[in-house]
């Protein structure tokens, strides 16, 4: 059973830095994209930054200068966030998503969540 592995999370005060790391856990075919979305009380679930085994990346506007996501290919699929200077809204519950292939059948298709972890950043 394919599974995302997160770990990295804490509490840390404003201007503080912290590391998340994401694992693919089982076997299987091909990675296509890694991310990590993060979800505040009260609101919904948004992208903070995605890279793909193409070399692209992409970033939400509050985290550009500020978050770095690390590049994933098709035999590294850990997908680092660094996270500097953070905010008291950078606060929520951090998931990690990976999408890809079981198999080389064009139909198994994965799109997978980790359980989540919890940045808390006070003032």
């Known amino acids: 059973q394919v599974q995302l592995v997160e770990s990295g999370g804490g509490l840390v005060q404003a201007g503080g830095s912290l590391r998340l790391s994401c694992a693919i856990s089982?076997?299987?075919?091909?990675?296509?994209?890694m991310g990590w979305y993060r979800q505040a009380p009260g609101k919904q679930r948004e992208l903070v930054a995605s890279t793909n085994t193409g070399g692209g990346t992409d970033y939400a506007d509050s985290v550009k200068g500020r978050m770095t996501i690390s590049r994933v290919n098709v035999k590294d699929t850990t997908v680092y966030l660094q996270m500097n200077d953070l905010k008291p809204e950078d606060t929520g519950d951090y998931y990690c998503n990976a999408r890809g292939y079981y198999t080389p059948s064009p139909g198994a298709t994965f799109d997978l969540w980790g359980q989540g972890t919890q940045v808390t950043v006070s003032s």
């Open positions: 089982g076997s299987i075919f091909r990675l296509v994209a």
